[in-house]
């Protein structure tokens, strides 16, 4: 089972992950939906496609951008189509 944890509170387990460049992607139904806080901020991998991103908020604490997705990967991502991935001080174990 992976988990990634931030400010000693678990918020994604699962034990289906896709690991791409060292991160490893969650199944986005295996994320915990109340620390999530949809963001504006949008950048863009040549070979993924656009990513989009979500703020984490955990008992008050708020981590910017601290989870990342792919709403529509380019084909060469195709695997991580529905899946998050963390940062920003996200333990995932």
């Known amino acids: 089972m992976t988990i990634a944890t ?3 509170t678990v918020i994604a387990e ?12 969650f199944p986005r139904e295996s994320v915990r939906d ?6 504006d901020t949008h950048t863009v991998c040549p070979w993924k496609g656009t990513a989009s991103y979500f703020t984490l908020e955990v008992d008050g604490q708020v981590n910017r951008d601290a989870a990342w997705y792919y709403p529509q990967p380019k084909d060469a991502a195709a695997e991580i189509t529905g899946r998050v ?9």
């Open 6 to 8: 931030w400010n000693g």
């Open 85 to 93: 991935a963390f940062w920003k001080g996200v333990q995932v174990r």
């Open 34 to 39: 109340d620390v999530l806080r949809p963001s």
């Open 14 to 25: 699962s034990d289906d992950i896709v690991t791409v460049e060292g991160n490893a992607y």
